[in-house]
């Protein structure tokens, strides 16, 4: 499908002439119909041909620079015509297209857009900032809390007095027995009795723990 020869084609950008793509809605026929179409443009003169699901089709329309503004009659071969007008701010062709009451139709309206192939679906959103890489984070690792030193007037003497603690009472070595002070020899059951015995009731209470160092009656 190609139009007809252009001795002069048009050189705004955003009219280029060529292979263009797009789609259009129908209202009774819910989702996008795409259309193929190979258009030129040359002194506000719009010509071309195409296809879409109803069949092949040609165009003959006009487009001005001023304010991108087009319209156009898409014939199909043999059978009815569809009135286009629409837009373009760059980004292709966007408008309404109709189909006028007749003795054959109803009336029908719908929207389109076209673009020249090449041209990203400017329909959809693209993403156009990269992604940051999310920095690890290392996890702290345990360890044993340091023991604060004394402060305050009598720091010098608690230190002075740890430092002299002989080291066969303490151990470094955490979960290990300590070494505990060694216990007298001497009970302190044994001094009892004269302890008891410098008070009134001595003689009483004497005979009361020689009787407990007896053992039971």
């Known amino acids: 499908m190609k139009p007809r020869d252009s001795t002069h084609p048009e050189t705004d950008p955003r009219f280029p002439s060529g292979p263009w793509t797009g789609f259009f809605l129908q209202p009774a026929v819910p989702g996008r119909h795409l259309m193929e179409l190979h258009l030129a443009f040359q002194q506000g003169q719009m010509t071309g041909e195409g296809r879409d699901y109803v069949g092949q089709f040609i165009v003959r329309g006009q487009y001005s620079l001023g304010d991108g503004r087009c319209h156009w009659i898409k014939r199909y071969v043999g059978k009815h015509d569809v009135f286009y007008q629409g837009y373009n701010e760059g980004k292709g062709i966007w408008g309404i297209w109709e189909i006028p009451d007749t003795q054959h139709y109803n009336s029908q309206r719908g929207g389109f857009h076209i673009w020249p192939e090449g041209m990203a679906d400017p329909t959809q959103p693209h993403l156009a900032e990269a992604a940051e890489i999310p920095t690890p984070v290392a996890e702290p690792m345990e360890s044993a809390e340091p023991v604060a030193e004394p402060v305050g007037a009598g720091a010098a003497k608690l230190v002075e007095k740890r430092n002299a603690a002989p080291s066969a009472d303490r151990t470094g070595n955490r979960g290990k027995r300590q070494r505990l002070p060694a216990v007298s020899a001497h009970s302190p059951m044994a001094n009892l009795p004269g302890m008891i015995a410098q008070f009134p009731f ?16």
Not at 202 to 211: F, G
């Open 202 to 217: 001595a003689s009483r209470t004497a005979e009361v723990i020689d009787r407990f160092h007896g053992g039971p009656p």
